[in-house]
């Protein structure tokens, strides 16, 4: 029993040891090959987490989204990066719904070659997965009446049973 606390509180101060900002950062870094850079955010880090507050999103230097608030919780056994309260330029609102309530994507070591997706908002609610190995993004859109407001974005979808789908390699 002794060693389980021991081996629990060891695991408890790598997760509180960890340099989440600097996860941010590197997450930062990839988002500036596709030409998207984060400014305007506050980070604030926590024991378990590191929260970033009104960010906004710049694409080709055009404003292209605003997010209220970021947290990265990485838990080594299962790390989650939730975005929430995503409100979308009107250049791109088009494709993009106007308002994304939330966003989680989750990476766990029992599936380690994948990014778990869920989302909810203008457009109802969505879930997908993001494969590592083959770089296949794959969302499943519920078939909404609200989903029909994004003509655009409908029109990059294909139906199948479940709902309608969006796949893409990046």
Known sequence: MKRLVYLFYIFLIIIIMIPKERLYFAFESLLSKHHLFINNEALTNRLFYVDIDNATVLLDNQEFAKIEHMRIAPWIFL?????????????????????IDAITLTYSLLHPLRITILAEGD????????????????????????LRDYPLLVNKLHQEKGGLVYEQIF
């Open 79 to 99: 790390n989650r990066f939730t975005l929430t309260d995503i409100a979308f330029s009107p250049l791109y609102r088009n494709f993009f719904p106007g308002k």
């Open 123 to 146: 457009f109802g609610h969505c879930s997908g997965t993001y494969e590592l190995i083959n770089r296949k993004l794959r969302v499943l859109f519920d078939p909404t009446a609200e």
